[in-house]
């Protein structure tokens, strides 16, 4: 399931244990962004690219089937208005037909359709909601495919144009189960200690009854799980380091064609002391041998967002030594807490930290964690330095790097500064002390 997919492989260990072995194992390479580099944006269609309708039952009709669809762009430095998603269904002849919601405006044929999304956010939400079903007389394992284009007003040239043929959906009549669960909106600015209601409804929109379900959860670091079901298990927070909720749930519930059930109490999620911004993942599969018909809608990711504040600090040292000398020097970065900060979404680094080595000095080692780096504007005879945090920083984490410094030239006092910024240049928005952002790294003091 796509939406999902991230989410699981930062959930199931892809970054466990690596901030412990961070001085000698690398996570990968920032990069320095300059102010002065070009902006592009583009626009993506978000379409499934397959979509199961249930046969019509003889003599009757078939139930719809929703079909959500939407647009985004990448670059929030811009504004981008005005979508205008383009649905040409005119290949699902003799197939499927579509409802159209009231923002599309359909052609005199029905089969194609203007639709009007408005703002184009950055991150995907559903802003059309088509309803599909087979047309009476199609067998089972026809299909036929949706077409899509977009535009949008904004970017740096004014007007974004989605690539053609980026999307389509191929429709396929078939029969069998059909689960969905309910979704919830992302939520911003909720407070620590407040408690929440998960997705727990489940609906099967096919045309067989699901003789039970399963149901899997993730939830990061700053979440916590608190009902508890006896038809569960339960794995973390930190049994594995890395600070996320791991629950398995197995339920002998029936759920018949176009039936709704719910699970034995409401799904609450408490935002813990250490909240900032999180994300709880859900699935949903019929138990047994069966094959759900369609899964794009077995599951979800919440988005939530605390109102907390994590204190990112870096500190620096001091060392002394002759010409081609090798010195060890350095700095430590260190979260004060009281929230975890970690990227849920693309699994970047959460942070950068640049490096630029005191006059006269030259690295020999360092960190596989980090790299020799260039941002527009730099001296060219001070080396420049990147290094990267995993995707998450837990409160009290404490991470050095070691830098061996060979001394080209004594400079008295010469001193290099580290700095904290996010990974992709911007300040981090929820550091709570930007002061303590950056820090001095001398060779050579007077005193």
């Keep these: 399931m796509s939406s999902v997919s991230v989410g699981r492989v930062l959930r199931r260990g892809a970054c466990a244990g690596a901030v412990g072995a961070l001085v000698v194992a690398g996570l990968g390479s920032g990069a320095a962004f300059g102010d002065d580099a070009p902006q592009t944006d583009y626009l993506w269609i978000h379409a499934p690219s397959d979509q199961t309708v249930t046969v019509a039952p003889d003599g009757g009709a078939a139930q719809y089937r929703p079909l959500a669809l939407g647009m985004y762009h990448y670059n ?7 979508g205008r998603l383009t649905v040409d269904a005119s290949g699902l002849a003799g197939v499927a037909e579509v409802a159209w919601p009231d923002n599309c405006t359909p052609n005199d044929a029905g089969t194609v359709a203007v639709c009007d999304t408005g703002d184009v956010p ?3 939400s559903a802003q059309v909601q088509l309803k599909t079903r087979a047309v009476a007389g199609a067998a089972v394992g026809a299909h036929g495919v949706i077409e899509y284009s977009a535009e949008a007003t904004g970017g740096p040239d004014g007007t974004l ?7 389509e959906t191929t429709v396929t009549v078939g029969s069998g189960v059909d689960l969905g669960i309910s979704t919830r909106q992302d939520a911003t600015g909720v407070a620590p200690g407040t408690s929440l209601t998960a997705p727990y409804s489940i609906t099967n929109t096919g045309n067989e009854t699901a003789h039970g379900f399963s149901m899997n959860m993730w939830a990061t670091y700053g979440l916590d799980i608190t009902t508890r079901y006896p038809q569960c298990t339960y794995t973390g927070p930190d049994v594995d380091g890395s600070g996320d909720t791991v629950v398995t ?9 176009g039936a709704t059930v719910e699970l034995p109490e409401s799904l609450r999620l408490a935002v813990t002391d250490h909240a900032l911004y999180d994300r709880f993942d859900y699935e949903v599969e019929p138990l047994g041998d069966t094959t759900d018909l369609d899964s ?3 599951g979800g990711s919440w988005h939530i967002n605390a109102d907390n504040t994590a204190d990112f600090a870096v500190y620096g040292t001091s060392a002394s030594g002759a010409v081609g000398d090798t010195v060890t020097s350095g700095f430590r970065f260190v979260n004060h807490g009281p ?4 990227d849920v979404s693309a699994g970047d680094p959460i942070t950068t930290l640049d490096f630029y080595a005191p006059e006269g000095t030259v690295a020999t080692s360092m960190p596989k964690t980090c790299h020799g780096a260039h941002t527009p504007g730099d001296d060219s005879t001070i080396a420049h330095y990147a290094c990267t945090l995993p995707t998450w920083a837990k409160p009290d984490l404490d991470v050095s790097f070691p830098f061996q410094l060979r001394i080209d030239r004594v400079v008295p006092d010469a001193t290099g ?10 300040p981090l928005a929820f550091d709570s002390d930007t002061e303590n952002n950056s820090a001095e790294v001398i060779v050579n003091p007077s005193a």
């Design 76 to 82: 929030d430095s811009f504004t981008v208005t005005d």
């Design 122 to 124: 950055t991150r995907y």
């Design 161 to 167: 144009v989605a690539q053609a043929g980026s999307a």
């Design 249 to 257: 749930c197995s339920f002998d519930t029936d759920v018949a064609p």
């Design 296 to 298: 794009s809608d077995n």
């Design 339 to 342: 929230a975890w900060a970690g």
């Design 417 to 426: 500064r580290v700095t904290t910024r996010a990974y992709n240049g911007t």
